[in-house]
Nanobody
């Protein structure tokens, strides 16, 4: 079973940057899609970015396009989320997730949390104005 551990969260001012890391205890070939999600208090969990591990193809939510970048280091069994130009509305708990299905074959879309099989515990990101 894949275990995911996030790190890199913290508090920054608007306009700042953070890089989140998601370390997989066992990087299985069945994890075809790796995603980052976030959830703010009182809001639903939303998909932020995803990467198809076979090709490195990436997808982003409109709200983070041009500011966030997802990447993978297969040798290190790690997925990253580089977050630039952070805004107060980016404040949330950020979660890493792994799915057996390829991102582009998900019935509900890569942004649907129900498509993912494994989840990390989350790391808090707080952006102040």
């Amino acid at each position: 079973q894949v275990q995911l551990v996030e790190s890199g969260g913290g508090s920054v001012q608007a306009g700042g940057s953070l890089r989140l890391s998601c370390a997989a205890s066992r990087y299985t070939l069945r994890a075809n899609c790796m995603g980052w999600f976030r959830q703010a208090p009182g809001k639903e969990r939303e998909g932020v970015a995803a990467i198809y591990t076979r090709s490195g193809s990436t997808s982003y939510a409109d709200s983070v396009k041009g500011r966030f970048a997802i990447a993978q280091d297969i040798a290190e069994n790690t997925v990253y989320l580089q977050m630039n130009s952070l805004k107060p509305e980016d404040t949330a708990m950020y979660y890493c997730a792994a799915a057996r299905a390829p991102c582009f074959q998900m019935y509900g879309g890569w942004w649907s949390s129900r498509e993912y099989n494994y989840w990390g515990q989350g790391t808090q990101v707080t952006v102040s104005s």
